[in-house]
């Protein structure tokens, strides 16, 4: 007899976890309460990991399918606009050294190769603002959309920075409230394993047995379920990406009105990089470093001296940087039998590009999409699951590689370690290649849902000065298309500088009046 899925038990009340749950549960719920029941375990003394401010356009679409308003959102969590990330001394480590990541899609792109056009013209200004409006608004601190644009529409791709403290603390509301999650608070002491090696319930200090027929480990770096129960190996990936250890820091601004950036902005330093964050009330500021290339206690001092030199507010050196190691890589596998892993207990690697939360988006999808109605048809779908996410893993790794290979910082060990060849992915190796005669495309990221596009690794590539071997073709009809691209961008940035808001005066307004509903 087929057993159907009725009852999904989460474990961890994380980002992760509340995100899985209310993905999940908001999907159940608009079947007619058909769909399995969601129960999320999270432990009273195990406090999630409160850091992971930055995330990806995809938010938008993950909380407003579950049915969350974005006034409320907005103004429970601390959040602000996000539509770019800048890489600062990343090339040369000069003070001019600088190029955006937009969330905006190059002009044209899949349709005309503007990268061959735009190195026809030596001296243009940056690829990101020949073929993006979004530099340009970044730099001038603009909000994406205007005050009367509805939830969720955009003038401009964006994504957010949040608290994720007070994150949490909204989903949590918003799952029990509005989409019946139960919630229990206690801490899952054991596995009960059923007879055919499943799990077939969780113990419990205080409530006894929970039962379920689909376990999800949200548990963090313990991975309590996938690691610990099941022993599934980790994969380390310190080979290729060396940070394991960040220093993170809240900083207050200079007065109430100081300006909120609409960007992340990440600066190289001599053993990794700085984020920083703005909030629409402080700034989220931290250091990731290679714990083999510095201290504790010089990454410390180099984080509060970068704090000092912003020039915006500081803690005046009072608070202590809080620490965190970071075990760089994934499980081997991601679902095992009744068990799958979303979130850092599946694994995690540096925050460069702020991946995290969008692969919890990404798995809690798949999940609910390619949900079994019973048991014997789980396999399947672990198998694909699996696949898929150990396809995405890698992609997220070479992607993030790309920013230390292409840099020509030689002043330290670790950005010179960064380039040895021996600690580059083979994929990366090829594509490198490939992209000396011709520029990313498409045809090299197959995936319908890739997790990041050609588009992103031509803005890296080109952001960071990488030059092409031979001669750019210039492939005849092109240079029209481009031309009209090019002029296309210049238009629409005059149009969006002229009618958008800053970052802090859109904040300020949805805090005071909402945003219409669409
Ligand atoms: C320095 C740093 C910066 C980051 N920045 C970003 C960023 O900008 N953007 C981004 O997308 N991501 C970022 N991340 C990643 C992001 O923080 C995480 O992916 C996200 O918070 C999800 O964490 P989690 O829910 O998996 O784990 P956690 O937050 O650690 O939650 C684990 C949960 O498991 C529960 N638990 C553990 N053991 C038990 C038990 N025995 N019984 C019951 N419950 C248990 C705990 O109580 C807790 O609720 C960053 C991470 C770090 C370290």
């Known amino acids: 007899m087929s057993k159907p899925i009725k009852h999904i038990v989460i474990v961890g009340g994380g980002s992760a976890g509340w995100l899985t749950a209310g993905i999940l549960a908001a999907a159940f719920r608009a079947g007619a309460g058909a769909g399995p029941q969601v129960t999320l375990v999270e432990s009273p003394d195990v406090k999630p990991i409160g850091v992971g401010e930055g995330t990806w356009p995809s938010m938008r679409d993950s909380l407003s399918a579950m049915g969350v308003s974005e006034t409320d959102f907005i103004r429970e969590c601390d959040v602000s606009f996000k539509q770019a990330s800048r890489f600062d001394r990343w090339v040369t480590g000069n003070d001019e050294d600088s190029y955006y990541h937009p969330f905006a899609m190059p002009q044209g792109y899949g349709e005309v190769d503007l990268v061959e056009q735009w190195q026809l013209a030596p001296g243009s200004p940056p690829f990101a603002d020949v073929v993006s409006y979004q530099p340009q608004l970044c730099r001038q601190g603009k909000a994406p959309k205007q005050q009367a644009t509805p939830e969720w529409a955009a003038v401009a791709n964006y994504a957010y920075h949040l608290d994720a403290g007070k994150f949490g603390v909204f989903l949590q509301k918003f799952c029990t409230g509005r989409l019946d999650v139960r919630h229990v608070l206690d801490n899952v002491t054991g596995v009960n394993p059923a007879e055919n090696g499943d799990i077939g319930s969780l113990e419990t200090r205080h409530n006894g047995s929970i039962e379920g027929d689909l376990f999800i480990d949200c548990t963090g770096f313990s991975s309590l379920l996938l690691g610990g129960h099941y022993e599934i190996p980790f994969i380390s990936r310190k080979d290729v990406l060396f940070c394991d250890s960040a220093m993170a820091l809240q900083v207050p601004y200079a007065n ?64 202590a940087a809080r620490k965190i190691s970071i075990n760089p890589g994934h499980r081997e596998t991601f679902w095992h039998r009744n068990c799958v892993a979303v979130g850092i207990s599946a694994g995690f690697i540096e925050p460069l590009e702020a991946s995290a939360l969008a692969l919890i988006e990404m798995s809690a999808a798949m999940i609910r999409d390619d949900m079994p109605a019973t048991r014997e048809s789980m396999d399947v779908i672990s198998r694909r699951f699996n696949e898929r996410f150990r396809y995405r893993w890698g992609r997220v790794i070479d992607f993030l590689k790309l920013h230390y290979v292409l840099s020509q910082r030689t002043d330290s060990d670790f950005w010179r370690d960064n380039r040895s060849p021996e600690t580059i992915p083979t994929r990366l190796q090829e594509l490198l290649e490939l992209w000396r005669y011709r520029s990313p495309s498409r045809r090299d990221f197959y995936e319908i849902e890739e997790i990041f596009p050609s588009a992103s690794y031509q803005y890296v590539l080109y952001g960071m000065g990488f030059q092409p071997e031979t001669a750019v073709v210039n492939t005849p009809g092109a240079a029209r298309f481009a031309m009209q691209y090019f002029d296309q961008t210049r238009q629409t940035t005059g149009k969006f500088l002229a009618g958008l808001p800053s970052n802090r005066e859109l904040t300020h307004h949805v805090a005071m009046h909402g945003m219409p509903k669409i």
Do not use: C, F, K, M
């Open 256 to 319: 109430d009105d100081s300006p909120v950036e609409s960007n992340t902005i990440s600066t190289a330093q001599s053993a990794g990089w700085i984020w920083d964050i703005g909030l629409p009330t402080r700034r989220g500021v931290g250091y990731v470093y290679s714990s083999s290339h510095t201290t504790d206690e010089e990454a410390e001092a180099a984080l509060q001296r970068y704090v000092a030199g912003t020039g915006q507010g500081s803690n005046g050196g009072r608070d």
